[in-house]
Each structure stands twice: as C-alpha cells, then as structure tokens.
T-cell receptor
Framework: NAGVTQTPKFRVLKTGQSMTLLCAQD?????MYWYRQDPGMGLRLIHY???????AKGEVPDGYNVSRLKKQNFLLGLESAAPSQTSVYFC?????????????FGSGTRLTVV | GQQVMQIPQYQHVQEGEDFTTYCNSS?????IQWYKQRPGGHPVFLIQ?????EVKKQKRLTFQFGEAKKNSSLHITATQTTDVGTYFC???????????FGTGTRLTVIP
C-alpha cells in the first residue's frame, strides 16, 4: 500500500498563475483533508471531504477550491496564486468508525509563489 | 472558533533528560490526538485519547487527557536523538472527525 500520495512535491508559481495539487489514497478512506503548514502556525485546515462528491470549507478556505470526484482522489486548486499562498501543503485521509480514527498524511507539496 | 494552544514552542534537552509538552483547548474536546513530525517530514499519528483522565503509554512516551477534556500532555522519559521533531496535539470539538491542530512543540535533543 502506498498510503497517501501527493503530487507534485515541489512547485514554483508566478503570482496570478493557477495550479492543481493532487492527493491520492489507496486505503479506501471516506474522509480526506487539505492542510497548509506555515512556520509558527501549525497545520491549518483548508477544505475537507467526508465522502465522494462532497466538500466543505475549513479554517482558511479563501483562494482555494477542491473537488472529490472519486473516492480515492482529492484535488486542491489555486485559481490565481498569491505570495501569501507560499506554504507546505499536506493532504490527509482517515477512516472513522464513529469513535476512533487517525489521520494518515502525505509527504507534502512545497509551493512557492513569486 | 476552536483554538488549541501548545507550549512550549521550542525545547532543547540533553539526551537522557525528560521532556513534556502541554496542550490546552478553549473548548471541551471529544477526543485529542498526538502527532510527530520529523524535520522535513510529514505528521505521523501517535495516539488518540478519548476518555476524561485517560493515560496511555507507548514505551518512553506517556500521554494524558485532562479530567475536563480541555487539556493534554505528552511526556517523554529519557529522551533519545530519535525523538527529535515537532510534536503536535490535535483536538476534535464536535466529534465529527474534524481536527484542529496546535502550533506544535519543536524538540531538539543534544547528544
């Protein structure tokens, strides 16, 4: 099992450009998440999905869009990149049996917007 | 909104010393989880605490959940260089599988 795979691992964008980050999981998890990590601010939730075809906003959703067309994939889009979106982006997935769960994270995408 | 605060932000210890990080929530949590992130790596799930006053151990690591389910701690006994990394707590207020992460404690172990 590969777990959670993120592509690309690194990317440099110019201000105003668009891009899509791909997250794929092979664990049949229902829940998937996108977080961003900035120095001194921990992990902040951007968007999440509780199942195929569903998405919801997290703590910092502005400037991002997501789609969950297939259960195993969760895409994060930046329509018009801004320097404030320079960050490390982590995707995560989890199972949930109603009581116990844990998140499995991908290895991250380091994005720089110049 | 929900906030999860973690202290200290940084901790340097000599190898063999103990280490503790504390996590405090502004609201009652349904459960709290702990993650470890090695330098340059991604967060890795360590443990979940659900019950009030719960204590769990993993080898040299001891995790506690407060009686009011608003705070938690992670204690490492006799640190080793392999313990280096950032430790995050993450709380779930609603029980709906939606975690808010603390700002993390970065542990440095001096050989």
């Amino acid at each position: 099992n590969a777990g959670v795979t993120q592509t690309p691992k690194f990317r440099v964008l110019k201000t105003g450009q668009s891009m899509t980050l791909l997250c794929a999981q092979d664990m049949n998890h229902e829940y998937m998440y996108w977080y961003r990590q900035d120095p001194g601010m921990g992990l902040r939730l951007i968007h999440y999905s509780v199942g195929e075809g569903t998405t919801a906003k997290g703590e910092v959703p502005d400037g991002y869009n997501v789609s969950r067309l297939k259960k195993q994939n969760f895409l994060l889009g930046l329509e018009s990149a801004a320097p404030s979106q320079t960050s490390v982006y982590f995707c995560a997935s989890s199972y949930w049996d109603g009581a116990n769960y844990g998140y499995t994270f991908g290895s991250g995408t380091r994005l720089t917007v110049v | 909104g929900q906030q999860v605060m973690q202290i200290p932000q940084y901790q340097h210890v000599q190898e063999g010393e103990d280490f503790t990080t504390y996590c405090n929530s502004s609201t009652t949590l349904s459960n709290i989880q702990w993650y470890k992130q090695r330098p340059g790596g991604h967060p890795v799930f360590l443990i979940q605490l659900v019950k009030s006053g719960e204590v769990k151990k993993q080898k040299r690591l001891t995790f506690q959940f407060g009686e009011a389910k608003k705070n938690s701690s992670l204690h490492i006994t006799a640190t080793q260089t392999t313990d280096v990394g950032t430790y995050f707590c993450a709380g779930d207020q609603t029980g709906a599988n939606n975690l808010f992460f603390g700002t993390g404690t970065r542990l440095t172990v001096i050989p």
